[in-house]
Every structure is written in structure tokens, then in C-alpha cells.
């Protein structure tokens, strides 16, 4: 079965600069990789994916991850923070592959602050 | 527009007392799933379902049932509601292909407090 790990439950910056979320999984299987954000009130809402292919995805607002199969990373980042990237960051893996999968596993989740 | 609708957004109720959220998705999807969302747990699944008439349990499906009588729906009943089952509820859906599932979409969410 697949996991996920999210280091740091709360993560602050100051506008402009640069935010580092950090997502581990465990797969034993090539994994699908998403980041999602949630803002205060709403839904999740999908911000980049990696399936298969270039490793380094980029995503809405700015944002991009690279999948990192020897350090089974798919860290999130952004060179400059912006006052609406407020929100909370949820990692989550899927399993790829020739069969239906059922089992999307999300992390923890991250808060974001960002500081004027 | 393509969307899942979750109803209600909002929820109190008593201890016991049965009660239905519901789901719909329009993008014609196969796959459907439950997740709770609860502080430093992140989300987890408490039921899915693959395609109509097809359901299977998740991590924490105690104290739930689900149907799939159709394919854009996808209730969430809680039959006897507890205090512990307060917490933010999530329906999500997703196209299921030969090569695992792509991104899910999310509902807005139904916060449920039980007293």
C-alpha cells in the first residue's frame, strides 16, 4: 500500500520569498503523484500531478514540483510567495498501472502562512 | 460547468438520529469516493466505489454506509451518528482508466457536527 509523508505541518515565509513543501511517499509500485491546496472554506483543488514523463511538473500559480524516484520525493516549490498562497497543501499518491486503483493517499497536510 | 455537489454544506445534529449527505458528480465519472478530513490526519477514505453497484470499505468506513445506484450519485449515510464522527467530509470523483485513476476532484465539503 502506498503512503505519504509531508515534513512540517505548518510552514511560515515571508512574501517573496521562497516556499519548499516537502512531500515523501512509499509506493511499491510506479506511483501517480498530485499536489492539491485548499483554501480556507473550499474544496481541494488540483494544483500539479506527475504521471509519467518529464519529472519536473509545473502546476497553477506558480508552482512546480519535481518527482525524485531515488529520494522517493515530490517536493513542492515556488521562487517567490505571494499573500494568497495562504492555504493548506495536501501531497497524495496513487498507484499507476494496468489494473483500476482505489486507494488515493494523502498526507497530513501543510499550512501555509505567509507573512507580509 | 463541471462539478461534484455535496449537500448540506453545513450540518448539526443529535447523537442517533440518521442522516444522508449527499453527492453528484456530472463529468460521468466511474469512480467516487468518501474521505473525512480531520485536524493533523490529513484525509481518509471511508468508502469508494468504482462504478454503480460496486462499493468497497476504506480506511475508516466504521459507523457509515454508502450506495451506488447511479452513476452520478453517491450518498454518505450516517445511520447512527456519534460525537466522534464530528469532522469536515469530502465526496470526490475521478475518471478510472486502464492505467490507474487520474486527479480526483473534490466537492466543497459538508462540515457535520454531532452533539
Known sequence: AQSVTQ???HVSVSEGALVLLRCNYSSSVPPYLFWYVQYPNQGLQLLLKYTTGATLVKG???FEAEFK?????FHLTKPSAHMSDA??????????????NNDMRFGAGTRLTVKP | EAQVTQNPRYLITVTGKKLTVTCSQNMNHEYMSWYRQDPGLGLRQIYY?????????????EGYKVSRKE??????????PSPN?????????SLSTGYG???????QGTRLTVV
Open chain 1, 7 to 9: 515534513l512540517g505541518s
Open chain 1, 60 to 62: 497553477i500559480n506558480g
Open chain 1, 69 to 73: 524516484k531515488s529520494e522517493t520525493s
Open chain 1, 87 to 100: 492555504a493548506e497543501y495536501f501531497c497524495a499518491v496513487t498507484r499507476a498501472g494496468l489494473y483500476n
Open chain 2, 49 to 61: 466505489s468504482m462504478n454503480v453497484e460496486v462499493t468497497d470499505k476504506g480506511d475508516v468506513p
Open chain 2, 71 to 80: 452513476k452520478r450519485n453517491f450518498p454518505l449515510i450516517l445511520e447512527s
Open chain 2, 85 to 93: 464522527q464530528t469532522s469536515l467530509y469530502f465526496c470526490a470523483s
Open chain 2, 101 to 107: 485513476n487520474t486527479e480526483a476532484f473534490f466537492g
